[in-house]
Nanobody, 124 residues
Framework: QVQLVESGGGLVQAGGSLRLSCAAS????????MGWFRQAPGKEREFVGN????????YYADSVKGRFTISRDNAKNTVYLQMNSLKPEDTANYYC?????????????????WGQGTRVTVSS
């Protein structure tokens, strides 16, 4: 089992920045990739980006490309989501997830472990 705990959410004005953290514990050796997803009220959960745990390759949704950056600190078993130039439409609950499959995917259903989520609110 892997446990994930997100932190760093909050209220920020449009154009501002936030950094989310996701600390993993447990059988972290089983993790192949970590993903970030978000879900706004009344909407489906959507892919934000992910990172290959060992290689560090990152992939982003078009909606956040150039504004968001995912990084990881393997020594701390922590993944970060740096969010810049935030927009009101970025308002959502943000979740990190861990995938064991060797195929890095954007599909939420293929992630094995999920954090509890952290709320990000961007005011206009």
């Amino acid at each position: 089992q892997v446990q994930l705990v997100e932190s760093g959410g909050g209220l920020v004005q449009a154009g501002g920045s936030l950094r989310l953290s996701c600390a993993a514990s447990g059988r972290t050796s089983s993790i192949n990739a970590m993903g970030w997803f978000r879900q706004a009220p009344g909407k489906e959960r959507e892919f934000v980006g992910n990172i290959h745990w060992s290689a560090g390759n990152t992939y982003y949704a078009d909606s956040v490309k150039g504004r968001f950056t995912i990084s990881r600190d393997n020594a701390k078993n922590t993944v970060y989501l740096q969010m810049n130039s935030l927009k009101p439409e970025d308002t959502a609950n943000y979740y990190c997830a861990a995938e064991r499959s060797p195929v890095v995917t954007r599909r939420a259903s293929l992630y094995d472990y999920w954090g509890q989520g952290t709320r990000v609110t961007v005011s206009s």
